[in-house]
């Protein structure tokens, strides 16, 4: 069971927003930067978002990250059917010693 | 460009132990700034770090793994291992190896390999 909570499912048209959350706590967000990774189907995890908010080379600004407290977000403007997938935050838990990635948020472009 | 590449049995026995290599090409396993880490997924559920290594040889692992995982290096091959004892149907997974970035409170996952199942059956 993981520390940092994300809504299951989220669904929006093509060329509309939607803002993925990531609900954590003192001993990982709010003290430790947030990552966010996205997993097309059937491939691997791709690193989107490091360090709460910077893109790796080749990410799309469309892609963004923001954190307050204890809650991390991602956004994703102008949606396209290839952004069909999971997502997933992540971050260092101090108390646990360990990293821990969220539960995952499937995102569906109607 | 940084690839890494996994290895290993797709078929393990119940109670054995599974075993695992990652192979990196394109930049050297011998950086001080970077780790090498391990992640899995069961099918269709979410992403659990198993544990990380630095070419030097210092580890880190979940604690909730700690008691059953050995991650090790072999920096004349440019690969890094898994073992993962007394496994059971739990385990089964996809394996992913990636590079571990972390730097103060910072931590990143920035390259990936493909994936391997591994299932748990006799």
């Known amino acids: 069971q993981s520390v940092l909570t994300q809504p299951p499912s989220m669904s929006a048209a093509p060329g509309q927003k939607v803002t993925i959350s990531c609900s954590g706590s003192s001993s990982n967000i709010e003290n430790n930067f947030v990552s966010w990774y996205q997993q097309l189907p059937g491939t691997a995890p791709k690193l989107l978002i490091y360090e709460d908010n910077k893109r790796p080379s080749g990410i799309p600004d469309r892609f963004s990250g923001s954190k307050s407290g204890t809650s991390a977000t991602l956004g994703i403007t102008g949606l396209q059917t290839g952004d069909e997938a999971d997502y997933y935050c992540?971050?260092?838990?101090?108390?646990?010693?360990?990293?821990?990635f969220g539960t995952g948020t499937k995102v569906t472009v109607l | 460009q940084l690839q890494l590449q996994e290895s290993g049995p797709g078929l393990v026995k119940p109670s054995e132990t599974l075993s695992l290599t990652c192979t990196v090409s394109?930049?050297?396993?011998?950086?001080?700034?970077?780790?090498w880490g391990w992640i899995r997924q069961p099918p269709g559920k979410g992403l659990e770090w198993i544990g990380s290594?630095?070419?030097?040889?210092?580890?880190y692992y979940n604690p909730s793994l700690r008691s059953r995982v050995t991650i090790s290096v072999d920096t004349s091959k440019n690969q890094f291992s898994l073992k993962v004892s007394s496994v059971t149907a739990a385990d089964t997974s996809v394996y992913y190896c990636?590079?571990?970035?972390?730097?103060?409170?910072?931590?990143?996952?920035?390259?990936w390999g493909q994936g391997t199942l591994v299932t748990v059956s006799s």
């Open positions: 992540g971050s260092w838990d101090s108390s646990l010693s360990t990293y821990v």
């Open positions: 290594i630095h070419y030097g040889g210092r580890t």
């Open positions: 990636a590079r571990h970035a972390r730097y103060g409170a910072a931590t990143k996952f920035d390259y």
């Open positions: 394109g930049g050297p396993i011998s950086s001080d700034t970077y780790s």
